[in-house]
């Protein structure tokens, strides 16, 4: 157990801004980057606020590794019209022997500048903090201090040459954040880049001749396609979506991450809309199996998603 403490603060400090958030997001793959397009914009490209018109409020519980690890969000955007949207959110993480916990506050803001480009940034607190009054830790010549914090900011666009194609790009991270607790070593949140595409069906279902059944069903369909790098490793990862009527969605991924160590990830989810006096809200899960490093693990997310 004092091994594992002593090693844990390297291992919890990389976690930050690696996990994701929402659960529609995890059935795609993580394939956002071009999308950002609900109340998870923010933690994936903060350029996405810049075309958000309506006021989102979501929620996410999430758990990986079989329960060991939970992780839970609370986020919102407002938007204000051609001055653009500002957003703001807060994640949890914590362990199941609840010795350690990590904070992140988010503020947000995104502007379309013109139809086809937006972009944004977001300003960011980290924290972390250990059980002072756990053994393992007040013993641990490693814990010089019990908690850390530091700022970075991230930045996004995306483009929209075409109504049916997204281009997003972000960059997270950019100031050196040191969440150590110790003077031995540093622990930095990791620079985070992320690439993709989104590509929406709703054109090919205009041109189709195979019917309305088929047309309804490509005109609420998307596919979304991501690169990553991140700690000298790379991620690729791809995903789609079909609504099958106004209020069913379905959702699969997959996931490819190589470098120093290398995995896949195969990811299912859903949702249901339901109106609700002139809002909508909107229930999302997400299912995903990691294999590699990480082989017989999981990862399980349920989002509530309120549309004002």
């Known amino acids: ?42 933690d994936y490209n903060a350029a996405g606020l810049g075309y ?16 060991l690890i939970t992780y839970n969000t609370a986020s919102g955007i407002i938007p204000f019209g051609r001055l ?12 199941d022997s609840e010795v350690y916990r990590e904070q992140t506050l988010r503020l947000s803001y995104g502007n379309a500048l013109f139809k086809q480009f937006a972009i944004g940034a977001n300003l960011k607190l980290f924290g972390t903090s250990f059980d002072a009054a756990n053994e393992f830790v007040a013993e641990n010549p490693y814990f010089v201090d019990t908690s850390s914090s530091a700022v970075s900011f991230d ?40 690439a993709g595409l989104a590509y929406r069906l709703a054109s090919i279902a205009e041109m189709s001749a195979q019917g309305a059944a088929v047309s309804n069903l ?5 596919g ?6 991140r700690n000298g490793e790379i991620y690729i990862r791809t995903g789609i979506e079909v609504w099958l009527n106004k209020s069913v969605a379905i959702r699969g991924g997959y996931g490819v991450k190589s470098g120093s160590s290398s995995a896949t990830t195969l990811s299912f989810g859903g949702s249901a809309k339901l109106p609700i006096s002139g809002t909508a809200l909107q229930i999302d899960y997400g299912f995903q199996l990691l294999s590699g490093n990480f082989q017989d693990n ?4 349920f989002s509530l998603n309120l549309l004002l």
Not at 19 to 30: D, K, N, T
Not at 224 to 229: I, P, R, T, Y
């Open 84 to 95: 653009g949207a500002l957003g703001a959110s807060l994640g949890v993480l914590a362990e």
């Open 218 to 222: 490509l005109s609420g369909s998307l």
């Open 155 to 194: 930045l996004g666009v995306i483009a929209k040459p075409f109504q049916s194609l997204s281009l997003g790009a972000s960059v997270e991270n950019l100031l050196p954040a040191d969440m150590s607790i110790s003077d031995t070593q540093t622990d930095p949140v990791p620079l985070n880049i992320r």
């Open 1 to 42: 157990m004092l091994l594992i403490v002593s090693l844990f603060p390297a291992v919890a400090a990389a976690t930050f801004n690696n996990i994701g958030v929402g659960a529609r997001p995890l059935g795609l793959g993580g394939a956002f980057v071009a999308l950002a397009d609900d109340s998870n914009a923010a």
């Open 298 to 301: 999981t990862t399980q997310r």
């Open 224 to 229: 979304s396609f991501e690169v990553a790098s």
């Open 52 to 67: 958000i018109n309506d006021i989102h409020f979501g929620v996410t519980h999430a758990q990986r590794f079989n329960g």
